[in-house]
C-alpha cells in the first residue's frame, strides 16, 4: 500500500504524495493508475453493514461514514482527491465540489443561519459577493465588509460593527470570509491580524474561511496563519489545463463535518471523471507552478520597463508597504496572475488584446497557456462605477494569467501586441 507518508520518521512531501497517496492497486487488478468509479452505488457485505454505514452517514454514530455508500455522499475517485487536496494545505480533511462556487456557496450555506451576519474582505470573486449579498439575504443573513488590506484596529472596528449588528439581528457572527489576494486586484488580506482580532472579538468559535485560489497550494498556506478553512475554485491552478470546472474546501474535521452533512443533502460533490483529472493535475502542480511563476516573473521584469505600460498589479513588485509586509509573512511566491496598466483606457487595451498571438483572449486563470482579460468590461461589467474605481478597476487594466509556455515567446507576444497599442 502507497499510503506510508513517512520514511524512518521523515515525513514525505507533497509532490511524492500525489503519485500514490490513497490508492492501493491490489485492490483494483494491480492498475497502477486509479480506475475511474462509473458507479451510483455500492453493494453493501451485509445488511448490519448497510445499517452501521447510515448510522454514520447520518451522524446517529460519531465519526462520519467507514464505507462507501451511495455516490452523492462519496465515491473512491473524489476519496482520493480529497485524501490529496488535504496534504497541501497540511488540512485534516478535504472536501471536493462540482465548481469553486458550489464549495464556497454549500460552505456558507453551513454555517450561516438567520440573523447571523457574514464578515468578508473586498473585493471578493463577484459571484461570491454576489452570493451572501443577493442570496443570503433572503435568509436573513447580512454581511459586513472591510477591505483587504486592513489594519488590526480596521478590522477590530469591523468585528464590533459586525457583533452589534448580529445581536440586533437576533443572530451571531457566523463566518470571517476572506479572499486573499482579492480577485481582480491582487490585495492580500493580513490573515495573522484576523486571527489575533476574531480571537479577541468572537473566539474560536466563528470560523475564518479564505479563497487561496490565486496563490495556492504552492505560494501560499493560509491554515498556517491562522485561517480554519481554505476554498478553492479547483478550476484554476490546480485543475491547470483549463479543462475542467471544480472547487475544494478543507480544515479541520470539525469544520469540515458540518459541510459534508450539507454536501451528502443537497449534492454538489465532483464527479469521479473530474476527480481522476485532478489527481493527475495534482501530479504536476508544483512544476506547473513553479514554470508560471517563473515565467511571469520574466514577463512582468520586460513589461515593467515598456514605455506603454504604466503599471503592474503583481505580487512581485509591490509598491505599498504594508501590503509588502503581508506578502513577506504570508506568500510563498507571487503567483502568475497579474494585471496590466496601459497608458491609455478601454480602446488601448482592445488593441493590446485583439493583437496577441500566443496569450488567448479569455477569463479564468491559472492554466498550462496565457490568458488575458479586460475586467472592467468583462468579469467585473455588473460591478457599480463608484465601486469598481474604488476597487481600482479601470478601464486601462488588463488582466494577465501567465501559463507554462516558453517565456521569451511570451515576452515576444507582448512586446508585437504592446506595438499595436
Ligand atoms: C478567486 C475565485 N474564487 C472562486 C471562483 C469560482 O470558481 P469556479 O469558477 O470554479 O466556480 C473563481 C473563478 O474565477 C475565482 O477566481
Not at 481554505?230 to 475542467?244: F, N, Q, R
Request: aromatic content about 8%; charged content about 20%.
Amino acid at each position: 500500500m502507497s499510503d506510508a507518508n513517512s520514511i524512518n520518521g521523515r515525513p514525505l512531501k507533497p509532490s511524492t504524495l500525489m503519485m500514490g497517496l490513497g490508492f492501493d492497486p491490489k485492490l483494483s487488478e494491480g492498475s497502477l493508475k486509479p480506475p475511474i468509479f462509473l458507479t451510483s452505488t455500492f453493494a453493501f457485505p451485509s445488511a448490519a453493514d448497510g445499517k452501521r454505514h447510515f448510522e454514520g452517514i447520518t451522524g446517529k454514530r460519531p465519526g462520519g461514514a467507514d464505507g462507501l455508500v451511495y455516490s452523492r455522499f462519496n465515491a473512491p475517485n473524489q476519496e482520493i482527491l480529497e485524501d490529496r487536496l488535504a496534504i497541501w494545505d497540511g488540512a485534516e480533511d478535504a472536501l471536493s465540489f462540482s465548481s469553486g462556487m458550489t464549495a464556497i456557496c454549500v460552505l456558507l450555506l453551513t454555517y450561516a443561519a438567520q440573523g447571523d451576519v457574514i464578515v468578508h474582505s473586498g473585493p471578493l470573486y463577484a459571484a461570491t459577493e454576489g452570493f451572501v449579498a443577493k442570496w443570503l439575504s433572503k435568509f436573513g443573513v447580512s454581511y459586513v465588509d472591510f477591505p483587504a488590506g486592513a489594519s488590526r484596529e480596521e478590522i477590530d472596528a469591523v468585528l464590533a460593527k459586525a457583533k452589534a449588528k448580529a445581536s440586533e439581528q437576533g443572530g451571531k457572527v457566523c463566518m470571517i470570509y476572506l479572499e486573499s489576494p482579492a480577485n481582480p486586484t491582487n490585495a492580500l488580506v493580513d490573515v495573522e491580524a484576523v486571527k489575533a482580532a476574531r480571537d479577541a472579538a468572537l473566539g474560536a468559535d466563528c470560523p475564518i474561511a479564505i479563497d487561496n485560489t490565486f496563490l495556492g497550494p504552492l505560494w501560499q498556506r493560509p491554515l498556517d496563519q491562522g485561517a480554519d478553512i481554505v476554498a478553492y475554485s479547483l478550476t484554476k491552478y490546480v485543475g491547470g489545463h483549463s479543462d475542467l470546472v471544480a472547487g475544494s474546501i478543507a480544515g479541520a474535521k470539525k469544520w469540515m463535518d458540518p459541510v459534508r452533512m450539507l454536501r451528502n443533502t443537497m449534492g454538489g460533490i465532483c464527479d469521479p471523471n473530474t476527480a481522476w483529472m485532478l489527481c493527475r493535475s495534482l501530479e504536476t502542480v508544483e512544476l506547473r507552478m513553479q514554470r508560471a511563476g517563473e515565467n511571469a516573473a520574466k514577463v512582468c521584469d520586460y513589461l515593467s520597463k515598456h514605455p506603454k505600460v504604466a503599471g503592474l498589479g503583481y505580487l512581485g513588485m509591490i509598491t505599498d508597504a504594508r501590503q509588502q509586509d503581508i506578502y513577506d509573512r504570508h506568500c510563498l511566491g507571487a503567483g502568475s496572475t497579474f494585471s496590466l496598466l496601459l497608458k491609455g483606457g478601454e480602446a488601448e487595451c482592445f488593441r493590446f488584446l485583439d493583437s496577441l498571438k500566443i496569450a488567448k483572449l479569455a477569463v479564468s486563470l491559472g492554466g498550462t497557456e496565457t490568458l488575458a482579460s479586460h475586467p472592467a468590461s468583462m468579469t467585473h461589467l455588473s460591478v457599480p462605477d463608484e465601486r469598481k474605481a474604488a476597487l481600482g478597476i479601470t478601464d486601462n487594466l488588463v488582466r494577465i494569467s501567465i501559463g507554462i509556455e516558453d517565456p521569451d515567446d511570451l515576452i515576444a507576444d507582448f512586446e508585437q501586441a504592446l506595438e499595436h497599442v
